[in-house]
């Protein structure tokens, strides 16, 4: 049997994306707390058909929070999140790989957001509601 030897890194990273932006869809948002008892949303987002999980929160990583706020539509300056119509937003995401540590496998994660482009459909306007 033949077969190319890989390194330890090459297999952590087998799978992930590589860094860069993506269009992507989030899943799922939840308003909830941090350990420390931050105000926080949870999200699962839909990228390039990986589940990428991700935490926002206006009180740290400030720029993060910020965009993720303006690239699903609502207005930063108004202080209020409603987390409820975040869910089937399209985003861009900026995808990094965070490496393997201890006993964690390397790890695609999100270090910002960006407004996205809906994909274009297939052209089939039978199904517009007009």
Same mark, same amino acid.
């Not at 799922?28 to 008892?37: F, H, L, P």
């Not at 999980?53 to 930063?76: I, L, R």
């Given at each position: 049997?033949?077969?190319?030897?890989?390194?330890?890194?090459?297999?952590?990273?087998?799978?992930?994306?590589?860094?860069?932006?993506?269009?992507?869809?989030?899943?799922?948002?939840?308003?909830?707390?941090?350990?420390?008892?931050?105000?926080?949303?949870?999200?699962?987002?839909?990228?390039?058909?990986?589940?990428?999980?991700?935490?926002?929160?206006?009180?740290?990583?400030?720029?993060?929070?910020?965009?993720?706020? *303006?690239?699903?539509?609502?207005?930063?300056? @108004?202080? =209020?999140?409603?987390? &409820?119509?975040?869910?089937?937003? %399209?985003?861009? #995401?900026?995808?990094? *790989?965070?490496?393997?540590?201890?006993?964690? @496998?390397? =790890?695609?994660?999100? &270090?910002?957001?960006?407004?996205? %482009?809906?994909? #274009?459909?297939?052209?089939?306007?039978?199904?517009?509601?007009?």
């Amino acid at each position: 049997m033949d077969y190319t030897p890989k390194t330890d890194e090459e297999m952590d990273r087998e799978g992930l994306l590589s860094d860069g932006k993506y269009q992507g869809v989030v899943l799922e948002a939840e308003e909830t707390e941090s350990k420390s008892g931050d105000p926080m949303v949870k999200l699962k987002v839909d990228v390039e058909g990986r589940h990428i999980f991700d935490y926002v929160s206006p009180h740290w990583f400030f720029h993060k929070f910020k965009h993720f706020v *303006t690239a699903v539509g609502q207005d930063y300056e @108004k202080g =209020k999140l409603d987390v &409820t119509p975040t869910v089937g937003a %399209v985003v861009t #995401a900026t995808v990094e *790989t965070e490496p393997a540590h201890g006993d964690y @496998k390397a =790890k695609n994660i999100i &270090t910002d957001y960006a407004p996205g %482009v809906a994909k #274009a459909g297939n052209g089939d306007d039978d199904n517009l509601p007009f």
